[in-house]
Every structure is written in C-alpha cells, then in structure tokens.
C-alpha cells in the first residue's frame, strides 16, 4: 500500500489583489486532506476573491502538483479549456482551442469535477492558444482569461520553462464527489505519467488481460466524457476508474471485480502499488 504524502511547495494566489505567493516545506500525512481543505476554505474566505488556489506537490510521486480551487467555477476558469484541447471532449478534437463562449465548453463545465494535465501538455496549449490570440478575429473569446494567465504565469510554465516533470491535479474544494474519489482518481492520472513502470504495466495489462471485447464496452462506457479514439487516455481511464476509492460508484464499476485485484498484482509483482488516499 503506498501511501500519499503531500510536500506542500504550497502556491497560493487571488486575482484582482496583490498576488500572494507563499512557500512552505511540511509533510502533510495522507489523513489530513480534509484538514486541508477546511484550512483552505477559511483563507480562501480571508483572501475576498472570487478565485483563489493553492497547490501542493506530493512527496511520494515527484512533479505532481494538487491544486485546490475555491469551487467548480475557479477550477475550470483555470483548466478546463486546457482538459478540452489535450483531451478532446465532447465536439472538440485533441489540439482544438475551444472559444470562452462556446456553448459546448459551456455545457461540460458542471461536469468537469477535476483536471489531471501533464505540464508538456499544458505548454503546448499556451502555445498555441497564444498563438491563436494574435491571429484570431474575435481575439478576446480564444485570449487567456485573468485565470488562466494568473495560474499558467505562477505554477506551470516556471516549471515547465525549466523542464521540470509536472503534472497539475485540479480539484474543487468540497467536491461534489468525495476528496477520496476525486484526487485519488487523478492522481492515478499522474502516476501514470509520471511513472514509466506503472505505465508500462498498465500498458500491457490493457493490451494482454482485456479481449477486444473488454476493451470495446470500455470505449462505450466513457463516450460521451472522453475521446475514446485516443489510446493512450483510454488506457489511463481505465486504470483510474478500476482503482480509484469507491471504484465501483463509478463509470466502470462494472469493471471493478473483473480487473481491480488482478491490476494491482500486476503492479506488485513489479514491486509497484497505485497511489491511495486514506
């Protein structure tokens, strides 16, 4: 069992204020997530702004940043057009900027409850959302918004400029599912970025333990949240919803007693375990 541990290099920044950045060095024991959250929603209260953040990276899995939001709405002021591109949600292709106004980034919006965006991912959409700033008719619906370009300038592109590994897990405070759930699903995100044995055996327990079968009712299951024509994302979804707390509540519960035990020896017999949160 490998527990979480959160390192907290805590960023912590309001808009429309002096943006107030404050480092700290502490573990945090994987329990004290709630407690975290209640810190952060009294400072999030003191700060007066409409958005506010803090990010924390975890000890146990090097360049993964847990950003908490002070809401749904801030979290995806922040990520969600990024999620849309490197993702392709919905009618959007991987690579597509979706404009602020569109109605179908509109209507993923109350369903988007987290973000996992690995940090190359993340500079190649400042790229070319930048690029598209200076070209576009109607600039102001594809420009960063004052909560992207607050989030982009004070915790990804330091990192990524210096070619850090990163990976950004967004999560609202209070979550509409629980902390357990929501982080404990992205961070298996991250590990699976971040982590090339984990990857490689998830790889090959989708390609070896799956019948096309298997693997086909897994693509139906996540049409209509995700790009199910993208391999590599399907491979990380499915790991994260098969291992993820309270894995059976969720999109591939069905999944869960066929495949969750059988992964996870998998990952032991590499001397691997997913990351959990307790």
């Given amino acids: 069992m490998k527990l979480l541990a959160l390192l907290l290099v805590n960023f912590s920044f309001a808009l429309n204020a002096h943006a107030l950045v404050i480092e700290r060095e502490a573990l945090v024991p994987p329990g004290d997530i709630l407690k975290w959250n209640?810190?952060?929603?009294?400072?999030?209260?003191?700060?007066?702004?409409?958005?506010?953040?803090?990010?924390?990276e975890v000890s146990s899995l090097k360049g993964a940043q847990v950003c908490l939001f002070n809401g749904r709405g801030p979290m995806n002021d922040a990520l969600l057009r990024a999620s849309?591109?490197?993702?392709?949600?919905?009618?959007?292709?991987?690579?597509?900027?979706p404009k602020h106004d569109d109605s179908a980034l509109i209507r993923i919006a109350p369903m988007a409850g987290g973000h996992d965006l690995p940090g190359e991912e993340l500079a190649a959409f400042y790229e070319r959302t930048a690029l598209a700033c200076e070209t576009a008719k109607q600039?102001?619906?594809?420009?960063?918004?004052?909560?992207?370009?607050?989030?982009?300038?004070?915790i990804v592109l330091p990192r990524t400029e210096r070619r850090e590994p990163l990976v950004v897990i967004g999560f609202e405070m209070k979550a509409g599912i629980s902390h357990q759930s929501s982080v404990g699903h992205e961070l298996l995100h991250a590990q699976y970025f971040l982590s090339q044995d984990f990857r490689e055996v998830v790889d090959q327990f989708w390609i070896a333990e799956l019948t096309d079968e298997d693997r086909a009712r897994v693509r139906q299951r996540l049409s209509g949240l995700y790009d199910v024509k993208i391999e590599?994302?399907?491979?990380?979804?499915?790991?994260?919803?098969?291992?993820?707390?309270?894995?059976?509540?969720?999109?591939?519960?069905?999944?869960?007693?066929r495949f969750a035990v059988k992964l996870k020896k998998a990952l032991a017999d590499r001397g691997l375990a997913p990351i959990e949160i307790l």
């Fill in 38 to 56: 209640a810190e952060f929603n009294q400072r999030a209260k003191a700060s007066a702004q409409s958005f506010y953040a803090e990010c924390r």
């Fill in 84 to 97: 849309v591109s490197v993702e392709g949600l919905g009618k959007y292709n991987k690579g597509d900027i």
């Fill in 139 to 154: 600039a102001a619906n594809v420009c960063f918004s004052a909560e992207e370009k607050e989030f982009y300038e004070k």
């Fill in 232 to 257: 590599l994302l399907m491979r990380n979804e499915f790991q994260a919803y098969v291992l993820m707390p309270d894995a059976g509540m969720y999109q591939l519960g069905n999944e869960v007693p």
